[in-house]
Structure formats: C-alpha cells, structure tokens
C-alpha cells in the first residue's frame, strides 16, 4: 500500500501487509459502505493505516513534524498480489479537514496484518 499525491504520484513510503487468516482478495467486489453488511458470501478486509506525526531520523527526531514536511495523501492505493489494486481516498468522513491521515516526510507506522469479517 502507499498513499498518492493528487498527481497520482507516491507521497508516502510503501507498506507490505500480511493476512491475518488465508484468503484471497479482490478489487473486483462490490463496495460495501460504513455500517452495513457485506452480501452473503463475501468477506469484508479491514486495513489499519497508521501515520507518524513525529520525525524519524536525523538531528530532530522524535520532535513534531514541521510543517513543510508534513504530507496529507489524496488516496491511498492497496496492490493485491496478482489481483489488480483498489484506491480509497483520504477522507477526514466529516471531521474538520485535518483530521484526513497524514505523514511526516511519508513515514507510515508498521503495518498490521488485515483483519477479515465474513
């Protein structure tokens, strides 16, 4: 996964993820919105992104990310192997607009594996 600049460009490091169990999954389903269920049969994939507010190297780190180097990605693409990708855009789902992930010079946390829920 990697979070894309509005110019489709990467803005952020990439992350590989694991699977918590063994499935397979697809970009092709249909979207399921927040709060319902997924159609019978089919298996929902929920993917924590977790972003650093801190520095991470250099003379500064572990101080809060400065301005210039903070970074609010358009979307996020998630690759599956072999399967195509998915993007879902980074939306604040109506908090105040910097409520929206982001980064200090692309740095997300370490992944955890993607959960599941039929």
Not at 37 to 56: K, R, T
Not at 90 to 116: H, K, Q, V, W, Y
Request: with cysteine; aromatic share 6%; net charge negative.
């Amino acid at each position: 996964m990697v979070g894309l600049a509005p110019s489709g460009e990467p803005d952020t490091m990439t992350q590989r993820y694991t699977m918590a169990r063994e499935i397979a999954l697809t970009p092709n389903a249909a979207a399921v919105q927040p709060g319902a269920l997924p159609p019978a049969g089919e298996i929902v994939a929920f993917v924590l992104v977790g972003d650093s507010y801190v520095v991470g190297t250099g003379p500064k780190a572990g101080s809060d990310c400065e301005a210039a180097d903070t970074r609010y990605p358009a979307e996020f693409r998630l690759s599956l192997a072999g399967q195509g990708s998915v993007r879902a855009h980074n939306d604040s789902f109506g908090l105040p607009p910097d409520a929206e992930l982001f980064s200090c010079g692309g740095r997300l946390m370490d992944p955890t594996p993607i959960n599941t829920t039929p």
